[in-house]
């Protein structure tokens, strides 16, 4: 399972949700769950949010299973994800 957390330099939005994804993963100590950060102002960044059919408001935190199909979403400014939401999800509830 993996936190997919894609933003952008400078936007601090995106630098906090990537913050509280982390603290979130690493507080429930699974060893089956990872972060990874992608920057959407390169092409490797870009590509992964196309896959995930998210659009491109930023932030972009994607909850994703061992295949790479996503579980929960939180898109945009307004869609807050929390470390409660994001536990939720992670745990299947």
Not at 45 to 63: H, K, M, Q, R
Request: charged share 30%; hydrophobic share 40%; glycine share 10%.
């Amino acid at each position: 399972m993996k936190v997919a957390v894609f933003g952008k330099n400078g936007c601090d939005l995106c630098k906090n949700r990537l913050e509280v994804a982390e603290k979130t993963v690493g507080h429930i100590k699974r060893e089956d769950v990872d972060v990874e950060y992608f920057d959407v102002e390169t092409p490797e960044g870009l590509t992964e949010l196309s896959f995930l059919g998210a659009g491109t408001d930023i932030p972009v935190v994607a909850l994703l299973d061992d295949d790479d199909e996503v579980v929960e979403s939180w898109v945009g400014p307004t869609d807050v994800m929390t470390t409660k939401s994001l536990i939720t999800a992670i745990n299947g509830g």
